[in-house]
């Protein structure tokens, strides 16, 4: 930082509270270093990192958040190299929609995710998943701080589909069954806790309680800063050797630690959505099961 800035910054500490505006962040564009906050599941365990940096580790293997926006949509991301913990390495390939690469793409491994050969099933790891990944962003605030840090959280494609639990809900089908029952994922306090049957993190959702509506305000601001537009949008690290071409893999991508090798293919969903709930207090006895 040049000393005429940091000055400027001593001197008015406010100003870095009013956030980019939209031109600044266009033109900033890939150069931005806003030690931008995020929640972790590696390891099984909820890990706050701001700028790249773990600061904390929740002790508890539940966590409670108030969604404030949410992609409309998982997107995906292909590696044709093995994935190294702690190296730095652009895709080969990407999709924001989970339907077709973005335009940035240098290298589009097919016109459509649905018709790629990585994106199929039993292309991932040891014939596992797929080599393509999913996963879907969210940014979260604490119901404790509300007006407090906008948290990105990634959730692997093993946290997003899937069946009920127990009471608890893989993602989707959780804001599924929220909206059957006239409900917005951003008007209660979510909780999530790990799967103890899963060898690999994977959340399960489920209500806590409604949120107040003294901060109903303070969410409506949440959802529409930088920080939480940031934390929706898919971003990938690119560098100048990405390869012009992958061939067909004669060993299976090596997968992310951070991501069950078991996820499902994105299609168009043949479940049967849950069944909305007529009395109020049927939808507040079904939401309060005990763990």
Known sequence: MSSELSVILQNSGALIQTGLDEDTLAVAGGAINQGN????????AFRKVVGGKEVSVAENNFMDVIIV??????????????YKEGEKISPTCWSSDSRVPDINVKTPQSKTCETCQFSAKNSGANGAGTACRLSWRMAVVL?????????????PATS?????????????????LLANNNVSAGRVVTKMQFDAKASTPKL???????????????????????AAESA????????????????????????????????????????????????????????????
């Open 37 to 44: 906050k995020r929640i972790s599941i590696r390891g099984k």
């Open 69 to 82: 926006k949410m992609s409309h949509t998982a997107s995906r991301t292909f590696y044709a190299q093995s």
């Open 143 to 155: 119901p404790s701080d509300p007006a407090g840090d906008v948290m990105q959280l990634v959730l």
């Open 160 to 176: 997003c589909f899937g069946k009920e639990e127990g009471g608890k809900y893989p993602f989707r089908p959780y804001v599924q």
């Open 204 to 226: 399960l959702f489920s209500p806590a309680a409604a949120v107040d509506a003294g901060i109903l305000e303070v969410l409506q601001r949440q959802s529409k800063s930088a």
């Open 232 to 291: 929706v949008k898919l971003t990938v690290y690119q560098n100048d050797e990405t390869p012009a071409e992958v061939s067909v893999q004669t060993e299976p991508v090596q997968a992310s630690s951070d991501v069950d090798a078991n996820e499902p293919v994105l299609r168009p969903s043949t479940q049967t959505a849950p069944q909305p709930v007529n009395n109020a207090s049927e939808v507040m006895k079904k939401w309060s099961v005990k763990t």
